[in-house]
């Protein structure tokens, strides 16, 4: 028996690695899977047939798959994506939000339009696939049909870090956590969990970055052998997020580097100082901010790294 069994998934963005790592790894422990690509260039132009090369794969394993070409910036292919999983396989447990591009560039040389694209395929594509899994199982919740719903989205490094040149990407994918948690409330009373990924790995995307090495699919080494730079690494962790064993894990932003599974702290409250109930005097909080928050000497700070 497979932890999946009987589970349908969908997985966006699983023509090429990370994503068709998760759809290989959903196959593998049971589930049936809607492998979602576009098929286009790592920054969103174009289309193709890489769906079908997943599907391809998993059907040699031995699994269930059936490709979907659509769009995620367009919420009514993401609507589409959902219905496919129900009349292909009879209904949905799990989504995994994995499709993602990239356009970088420093902010004074970044196009408006670059920001927007990048924008739409993480944080738009992320909330229209919630937005109608999260229809389906509210709908099975009330019909006394309940499923344990599973929304697993994807963040990276840079949006939980920053980086040089991707103040689209690295927004995005901070974005994306902001999501998650807010979904993680709003879904959690029927049965629902959603968390966050952020893998690592030897993508199309990390090969446009210099000095990064070049992509390599997560069907290029032996299933058992390990690579640090597998983009298959983190599926592992999502299967079993996507299981039954993982439903009391909810709102949870997960690393995934290497050998590592890392759970992530968000903001939260760090150093707190007060004033007495009295406002603030701009000219005098200077001296407390240095001293006991930044514990820093009050003059000479060139800069604070964040």
Known sequence: MGMLDGKIA????????????????????????????????????GSGRAADETVALIAERGGEAVANYGNVTVHEDCGAMVQQAIEAFGGLDILVNNAGIVRDAAIWNMPVDDFDAVMAVHVRGTWSGSHFAAKYFREQSKAGTPRAGRIINTTSGAGLGGNFGQSNYATAKMAIAGLTLTLAIELGGIGTTVNCIGPAGLTRITATMPGAGEAFEPDAIAEDDFHPMDPANSSPIVAWLASDQAGYVNGQVIRSLYDKAILMQGWREKVTIENGNKKWDATKIGGRMASEVFQVAPTGIKFLQA
């Not at 809607?34 to 132009?45: A, I």
């Open 10 to 45: 969908i997985v966006t963005g699983a023509g090429h690695g990370i994503g068709r790592g998760h759809a290989l790894e959903l196959a593998k422990h049971g589930a049936k899977v809607v492998v979602n690509d576009l098929g286009g260039s790592v920054s969103g132009e």
